[in-house]
């Protein structure tokens, strides 16, 4: 079955960092468009990254651009989330998930076919 496993959240202070991964499982890898969203308390789940099928093409949500970095490892079959400079709003269940298509990449979190179980990130301020 397919399996979508994140790790890397925490506990820090505003302007630390913070390295999530999602370990995938029970699909091909490299035939999905991976993405990284958020939710936080009482809020709709956010589009916070994506990236195609190779890495060749990200995106990313405004308020997070030049912070944070999505990247892939499709030999390991991971998909990674660097967040710098981090800020209290950035606090939020981030949860990793996989969309079937190749093209585009895609914002909406109905277009992901798979999902994770999710990691908490709080930053104090």
């Known amino acids: 079955q397919v399996q979508l496993v994140e790790s890397g959240g925490g506990l820090v202070q505003a302007g630390a960092s913070l390295r999530l991964s999602c370990a995938v499982s029970?699909?091909?890898?490299?035939?999905?468009?991976m993405g990284w969203f958020r939710q936080a308390p009482g809020k709709e789940r956010d589009f916070v990254a994506a990236?195609?099928?190779?890495?060749?093409?990200?995106d990313a949500t405004d308020s997070v651009k030049g912070r944070f970095t999505i990247s892939r490892d499709n030999a390991k079959n991971t998909v990674d989330l660097q967040m710098n400079s981090l800020k209290p709003e950035d606090t939020a269940a981030y949860y990793c998930?996989?969309?079937?298509?190749?093209?585009?990449?895609?914002?909406?979190?109905?277009?992901?076919?798979?999902w994770g179980q999710g990691t908490q990130v709080t930053v104090s301020s």
């Open positions: 990236i195609s099928w190779n890495g060749g093409r990200t």
């Open positions: 998930a996989a969309d079937r298509n190749l093209f585009p990449t895609t914002r909406r979190a109905v277009d992901y076919d798979y």
């Open positions: 029970g699909l091909t890898f490299s035939r999905y468009t």
